[in-house]
Antibody
Framework: EVQLVESGGGLVQPGRSLRLSCAAS????????MHWVRQAPGKGLEWVSG????????AYADSVKGRVTISRDNAKNSLYLQMNSLRPEDTAFYYC??????????????WGQGTLVTVSS | DIVMTQSPDSLAVSLGERATINCKSS????????????LAWYQQKPGQPPKMLIS???AREFGVPDRFSGSGSGTDFTLTISSLQAEDVAVYYC?????????FGQGTKVEIK
């Protein structure tokens, strides 16, 4: 069974940093592209960033570009999101999501339960 | 960026009746080289993460009831729930994966009338 478990969320002041992690299990991690998708409380879904199986193809939403870095460690079956210079508008549930293939088919086949990031002073 | 626009924003349907949700993309998401539409549909119930229902515009995911179907091509797509059940109350999103940035529709809330 595919499992994606996010961690690292919490309350952080504006301008500070946070690192989210996603522990994956139940599938061959390095066979699939992975993504972060966020959802502000009561709002819709917003794709944040994606990374292909070998980390050679990475993309970011304009809203986070330059402030966020996605990475993965295939040996540890883990996905990460380093978030810097956080803003109140970054407040959201952050979901780790698995694509159904290694590259080029970036739908979200499986989702974690999400971790809440709250940016507030 | 490809803008995804869903209609309506919400709808109330009687149990057993049909629910239809539309999704329009600002440019075609049909990839000519493989004739595939890069369009997915998701269901999100309160307090839960989204769940993929349909990929490639019309391919139902394993385990998704056959009352859910997707159709359309190019820029106009439809998710149909043929006979609404109580457990189908949720917000439904379309998403294009034709090009980056990946984008979602604003969501359609489905309720029981």
């Amino acid at each position: 069974e595919v499992q994606l478990v996010e961690s690292g969320g919490g309350l952080v002041q504006p301008g500070r940093s946070l690192r989210l992690s996603c522990a994956a299990s139940g599938f061959t991690f390095d066979d699939f592209a992975m993504h972060w998708v966020r959802q502000a409380p009561g709002k819709g879904l917003e794709w944040v960033s994606g990374i292909n199986w070998n980390s050679r193809k990475i993309a970011y939403a304009d809203s986070v570009k330059g402030r966020v870095t996605i990475s993965r460690d295939n040996a540890k079956n883990s996905l990460y999101l380093q978030m810097n210079s956080l803003r109140p508008e970054d407040t959201a549930f952050y979901y780790c999501a698995k694509s159904p293939c290694s590259t080029g088919c970036d739908s979200f086949h499986h989702w974690g339960q999400g971790t809440l990031v709250t940016v507030s002073s | 960026d490809i803008v995804m626009t869903q209609s309506p924003d919400s709808l109330a349907v009687s149990l057993g009746e049909r629910a239809t949700i539309n999704c329009k993309s600002s440019q075609s998401v049909l990839y000519s080289s493989n004739n595939k539409n890069y369009l997915a549909w998701y269901q999100q119930k309160p307090g839960q993460p989204p769940k993929m229902l349909i990929s490639w515009a019309s391919a139902r995911e394993f385990g998704v009831p056959d009352r859910f179907s997707g159709s359309g091509s190019g820029t106009d797509f439809t998710l149909t729930i043929s006979s609404l059940q109580a457990e189908d109350v949720a917000v439904y999103y379309c998403q294009q994966y034709y090009s980056s940035p990946l984008t979602f529709g604003q969501g359609t809330k489905v309720e029981i009338k």
